[in-house]
């Protein structure tokens, strides 16, 4: 079942936060981020682990909320590298191994 | 390092004939993946390899799909015949240990058109 993502776009002035949502419809063990730039291969951000803490690297974190099956990225002050559609990817058990990607959220980060 | 490489990066054919791609994952990495990607959509898992040994390929069609990963590391996917519906990008990806344990490393993708 494939994990739907929202808002499917969001535009944005660099220095503006936004949050991307990941909801699935059936329990999962881990929630991984990607960013994928037009033209370009998906680049990893992050994986969040069930019982895990919320992680983050530089402006760009993330939460996991297991009973919801969800999962929030926050972008806070947004740079114009931000731009590209993100893509969560969620596995619903550690001997899965199995990626199953979002719809994708197209976000555009303007001067 | 060197990065996951794919051949060729575009290919144009006409529906019913074939098309093979070829994928080189990063070296060491057990876990080999494709993945479909239509255009504005997300990737659709196709077959997942560990080693030389299918893991998952619920998702591929396997009458006019097949995947193969001979010695556990280069990969190739076919399509025969292809269909309009299977212009796409054709990901492939490649992982340590898996997915539960940290990132897939993708390579820049195949895009085909079928005309």
């Known amino acids: 079942q494939q994990p739907v993502q929202s808002p499917q776009a969001v535009i944005l002035r660099e220095g503006e936060d936004a949050v991307i949502n990941c909801s699935s419809s059936k329990a999962l063990y881990s929630v991984h981020w990607y960013r994928q730039k037009h033209g370009e291969a998906p680049v990893f951000l992050m994986i969040l682990l069930k019982g895990g803490e919320q992680k983050g690297h530089e402006k760009i974190s993330a939460s996991f909320n297991e009973k919801k099956q969800q999962s929030s990225l926050y972008l806070t002050a947004s740079q114009l590298s931000y731009s590209g559609t993100y893509f969560c990817g969620t596995e619903k058990s550690y001997n899965t191994d199995k990626l199953i990607f979002g719809t994708g959220t197209r976000l555009q980060v303007f001067p | 390092e060197a990065g996951v490489a794919q051949s060729p990066r575009y290919k144009i054919i006409e529906k019913r004939q074939s098309v093979a791609f070829w994928c080189n994952p990063i070296?060491?990495?057990?876990?080999l993946y494709w993945y479909q990607q239509i255009l504005g959509q997300g990737p659709k898992l196709l077959i997942q390899?560990?080693?030389?040994?299918?893991?998952?390929d619920s998702q591929l069609p396997k009458d006019r799909f097949s995947a193969e990963r001979l010695k556990g590391v280069d990969s190739t996917l076919k399509i025969q015949p292809a269909k309009l519906e299977d212009s796409a990008v054709y990901l492939c990806a490649s992982s340590f240990s898996g997915a539960n344990t940290g990132e897939l490393f993708f390579g820049e993708g195949s895009r085909l058109t079928v005309l």
């Open positions: 390899f560990q080693n030389n040994g299918v893991v998952d």
């Open positions: 070296s060491g990495h057990a876990t």
